[in-house]
């Protein structure tokens, strides 16, 4: 297993760029193409460890700019590292903390050793360069780490764009030299370029010139067109290379995820299916249900006939539109474990048609029952 992970490509769908992965990591395997649950400040939300084992979760993600504030990456080291903090046994994935910090806008400054921002737990003074991420993601001891790079807005400059995705690279070298544990954690690249195709291919031809064992897409899904999305990361995707996984960050919507694998893409990650869940709303087989309307007071059947996971074979949606309009707390415990479970196993079924050659079938299958138009 080389730096830290190993990508096997076990099939390919005989009609679209679809694939049939696994990850193989020192936590375990990831079966992909796989959707990762979000655990931003070591835990996802209103869920215990071993009931996001029970959806069929087999990776998920940690914070580093939240954990680096909350409770410090110092202390989650003393305590053997993030799995053991927070009791999970399988695969992690930790972000950079860039997008988080580029998001604060006014509150933090960018310049080639990195970024200064003030924390948005008592306003104090930080800096953060790509060295000090990678620190604080060797001191987490997450199995798939990510470099430190620019997430721009969108719309974002042409020229600002390209001295952006440079500066991204120069980082991303920094990123590699500064990582002590080259053999235990997997470092992804970032590809950055905005709604620019050639800075994107650009970004590409500069990152992966790195010998490494897995590359992301970045800056894309944050406030751009769905047709922008999609021509954009078609060619993203021809940018990199086949036998290293693609992650595209930050995507969770069920029709983001069909398109996404059509196009070639093995991971994403959203926090949508917690925060639904927390609004009241559960995905299911034929799109989405607000709990919170009226008609399901008296309803006893489950949230998704058509789901077998333990809210759906143990609770009626009478009883969860109680505990929501009560503002009991179980309601997104149920909702969460609901939401999670519907996308790993659309996942799951995912890589099943593609091992079958059928995916563009289950694609309209899918689309049909839940909505959607191609």
Excluded at 12 to 20: E, N, Q, T
Excluded at 118 to 140: C, F
Excluded at 264 to 269: A, E, S
Aim: proline share 4%; net charge negative; with cysteine.
């Amino acid at each position: 297993m080389k730096n830290g992970l190993k990508f096997e490509l076990l099939h390919k769908d005989g009609h679209s760029l679809a694939r049939r992965g696994r990850i193989t990591t020192c936590h375990g395997t990831i079966e992909t193409p796989v959707f990762m649950p979000v655990g931003t400040q070591a835990t996802v939300k209103a869920m215990k460890p071993e009931d996001v084992e029970a959806t069929g979760a087999e990776i998920i993600l940690g914070n580093t700019y939240h954990l680096y504030l909350r409770p410090g990456e110092d202390v989650v080291e003393e305590a053997g590292g993030l799995h053991k903090f927070m009791n999970w046994n399988k695969s992690i994935l930790t972000d950079s903390g860039g997008f988080q910090v580029f998001s604060l806008g006014k509150f933090r400054k960018i310049t080639e050793e990195g970024v200064t921002f003030r924390s948005y737990l008592d306003g104090s003074k930080h800096m953060m360069t790509p060295e000090d991420s990678i620190a604080v993601q060797n001191a987490l001891g997450s199995d798939i780490i990510m470099a430190f790079d620019e997430c721009i807005p969108y719309p974002a400059d042409y020229h600002y764009t390209r001295r952006s995705l440079e500066r991204t690279t120069r980082w991303l070298e920094r990123c590699i030299k500064a990582n002590k544990n080259p053999d235990r954690q997997a470092l992804f690249g970032i590809m950055q370029g905005g709604m620019h195709h050639n800075l994107r291919k650009q970004s590409a031809e500069e990152i992966t010139k790195f010998d490494l064992p897995g590359f992301a897409i970045g800056g894309l899904s944050v406030g751009e067109p769905k047709e922008l999305f999609l021509e954009i990361l078609t060619g993203c995707v021809d940018y990199l290379p086949e036998n290293k996984p693609r992650y595209v960050m930050g995507v969770g919507t069920p029709d983001y995820l069909f398109e996404g694998v059509q196009r070639g893409v093995d991971m994403f990650d959203c926090v949508l299916p917690t925060r639904l869940a927390r609004h009241g709303v559960a995905m299911t087989s034929h799109g989405n249900l607000n709990i919170k309307n009226a008609k399901h007071e008296r309803s006893w059947i489950p949230l998704d006939p058509e789901c077998d996971c333990y809210v759906c074979r143990n609770y009626t949606r009478g009883y969860i539109r109680h505990l929501f309009k009560s503002e009991e707390i179980m309601s997104s415990m149920l909702l969460s474990e609901h939401n999670i479970h519907f996308l790993v196993n659309t996942m799951a079924k995912i890589r099943k048609s593609i091992e079958e050659d059928n995916f563009l079938d289950y694609k309209a299958e899918f689309y049909a029952k839940y909505g959607y138009y191609e």
